[in-house]
């Protein structure tokens, strides 16, 4: 779960024009306070991006919900699902009043017909947050311990 901010882009291997024209393009959904985002375990194949408000990520663990990330204006989540169509890891639930942009298959699918192109440059932006995520999970994990 990454921010896009007015200086970085959320979608790196994409011009900001193309990257413009998609959360454009993209429908946009309010939620209520403690309304339901999505549960875990459903297919799903969407990014989300907080365009408003926060959201509260939760896995149950013995019984409870317990909270992973609260995430706000600017950050996003969904990426997961949306490359590989496994079912969601965590259900999320508006902690505010919150409006998110959906990239859905739908919206992607439009522009990549008019920019056949599209379609690589939006997935090599996803891959590389995967990425980024994988290296700070490690740092976070492993610290500075040595491989060799």
Known sequence: MAAATATTRFLPFLAAAEEDALL???????????????DQNVSLRA????????????????????????LGAGEFFGEMSFVDGMPTSARVIADEPTRLIVIDTATVDALSTADPGFAGRLYRSIAAILAERLRLTSQRAYGDQSWG
């Not at 454009?24 to 999505?38: C, I, K, W």
């Open 47 to 70: 990014i989300f991006l907080i365009d408003e408000g926060a959201v509260r990520v939760e896995r149950p663990d013995r019984g409870a919900m317990i909270p992973i990330a609260i």
């Open 24 to 38: 454009t393009a993209a429908p946009v959904r309010s939620y209520a306070p403690d309304q339901l985002v999505f």
